[in-house]
């Protein structure tokens, strides 16, 4: 007997992920401490790309037909 792997539907993973990113964007807006200037620019590059995430996430949940 073989068994096969469950392959969870996109549209659950695309909202676990949603969630996900969303708990990461409000923790950065509540602040974070650093310790440098490098840290800083790192962390708003993150804060940046999060934020496009999130955007991404939910056009992707709006498309019709994905499977």
């Known amino acids: 007997m073989v068994s ?3 392959v ?6 695309l909202i676990e992920n949603l969630n996900s ?3 990461l964007q409000r923790h ?3 602040g974070v401490i650093v310790l ?3 840290q800083c ?3 708003k590059s993150l804060f940046v790309a999060t ?8 056009a992707a949940l709006e498309c ?3 499977e």
């Open 4 to 6: 096969l792997p469950k």
């Open 21 to 23: 990113t969303r708990a």
């Open 64 to 66: 019709e037909g994905l």
């Open 8 to 13: 969870r539907p996109l549209h659950a993973v």
């Open 51 to 58: 934020r496009d995430q999130v955007q991404a996430l939910n």
């Open 41 to 43: 620019e790192i962390i």
């Open 28 to 30: 950065l807006e509540d």
């Open 36 to 38: 440098n200037d490098a």
